[in-house]
């Protein structure tokens, strides 16, 4: 684990890892929509009206990952 013996509490290093996890799980099609939103707000915090802050992009596209690991979840689910 990246965050072994760090700062990272347990359920955070869990969180990554499951992250990372789904993330490998992505096809080409979703992996290349995900990295187009992420362009997206990054272009909004940086051309946009100044009313998108970095901080509240941030908070959303970590939001984002966390959704993969539910989507990831829901996935498994139907294929049982």
Known sequence: ??????LAD?????QYDE???SIDSL???E?????KQI??????????NKEYKSEQCVK???????DFVRIEKIKK???K
């Not at 684990?1 to 760090?6: R, T, V």
């Not at 992996?31 to 990295?35: I, P, Q, R, S």
């Not at 959303?60 to 966390?66: C, P, R, T, V």
């Open 27 to 29: 096809t080409e099609d």
């Open 77 to 79: 689910e139907n294929n």
């Open 1 to 6: 684990m990246m965050f072994e013996n760090k």
């Open 19 to 21: 992250v990372l996890k």
């Open 60 to 66: 959303d596209l970590i939001s984002q990952f966390k």
């Open 31 to 35: 992996a290349k929509t995900v990295l």
């Open 10 to 14: 347990e359920n955070a290093v869990k």
């Open 39 to 48: 362009y997206m707000r990054l272009d909004i915090v940086k051309n946009g």
